[in-house]
C-alpha cells in the first residue's frame, strides 16, 4: 500500500483520491482553506483518508500529487517533498492564471514550471487531459479493445513506469511523450485534451498538437 498525499481537493484531487483508495491506497488530502472544510470530503472516501494541511500532505506523502491553479504553485511545500515523485495535473487558464508570457510564447510548460519549483522531485504530467468525472467511470480491463488511454511525461523513468502501472490499475493504456519539456502537446487546447481516445488515436493526436496555441 501507498500513502498518495494529494495538494488540492478540487475535482481532479478527489477523483484521483477516490480512484488510489479504491486500488487500496491511502489518501492524506490537503486545500487551500483547512483541514476543517473537508469533512463532507472524507466522509465520502471513507476510512483510508485524512484531511489535513498541504504541508502534513506533503510529509506523509510516499507519492503526491499536486493538482492546484497554476498561480498557486508557488505554495506547494518544496522540501517535504524532495526525492518523491509528483504528480502534476496542472493546467494554465490564462483567465484564472493571468497571461504568463513564457507559456503563452511556446517557452516553457505548465509541468516544467513546477519542476523547476520541486527542484529535488520528480514531476510527472498525470490527469491533467481528462474531466473529473471521467476517472473513475471511463476505465477498463487491459486487453479491452479500444482501451481509453492518457498521456504522461517526466525526465525520470520511474515516475513515468509508477504513472504507467497506475494508469493501468485504474483503467486506461499510457502513451509516454517524454521528456517534460514535451509535455505541451496535451496541455489545454491540443488535440489530446479532455477527449476520449485509444491509445493510436492518442499518438496521433499527440504528434499534430501546435505548439503555441
Known amino acids: 500500500m501507498t500513502t498518495y498525499g494529494i495538494i488540492g481537493a478540487g475535482?481532479?484531487?478527489?477523483?484521483?483520491?477516490?480512484?488510489?483508495?479504491?486500488?487500496?491506497?491511502d489518501?492524506?488530502?490537503?486545500?487551500?482553506?483547512g483541514p476543517e472544510t473537508l469533512a463532507d470530503l472524507i466522509a465520502k472516501l471513507g476510512p483510508k483518508a485524512r484531511a489535513a494541511t498541504a504541508q502534513e500532505a506533503a510529509e506523509a506523502a510516499e507519492v503526491a500529487v499536486v493538482t492546484v491553479p497554476l498561480k498557486a504553485i508557488d505554495q506547494v511545500p518544496v522540501e517535504p517533498?524532495?526525492?518523491?515523485?509528483v504528480l502534476d495535473t496542472n493546467n494554465y487558464y490564462f483567465e484564472r492564471d493571468g497571461h504568463i508570457a513564457e507559456l503563452d510564447e511556446g517557452r516553457a510548460t505548465t509541468s516544467g514550471m513546477l519542476q523547476e519549483h520541486l527542484p529535488t522531485?520528480?514531476?510527472v504530467k498525470a490527469f491533467n487531459h481528462i474531466m473529473a468525472a471521467d476517472i473513475n467511470?471511463?476505465?477498463?480491463?487491459?486487453?479491452?479493445?479500444?482501451?481509453?488511454a492518457l498521456a504522461t511525461a517526466s525526465d525520470y523513468p520511474e515516475a513515468v513506469e509508477l504513472v504507467t502501472r497506475l494508469y493501468d490499475e485504474i483503467g486506461f493504456d499510457t502513451v509516454d511523450t517524454s521528456p517534460l519539456s514535451e509535455s505541451w502537446r496535451v496541455e489545454r487546447d491540443r488535440p489530446a485534451y479532455v477527449v476520449r481516445q485509444n491509445k493510436e488515436e492518442l499518438e496521433a493526436n499527440l504528434a499534430k498538437a501546435p505548439r503555441t496555441v
Open 11 to 25: 475535482n481532479i484531487g478527489s477523483a484521483v483520491a477516490e480512484a488510489v483508495i479504491k486500488l487500496g491506497h
Open 27 to 33: 489518501v492524506v488530502i490537503a486545500n487551500s482553506r
Open 81 to 85: 517533498l524532495a526525492g518523491k515523485i
Open 121 to 123: 522531485s520528480q514531476v
Open 137 to 148: 467511470t471511463t476505465g477498463s480491463p487491459a486487453g479491452t479493445p479500444d482501451r481509453r
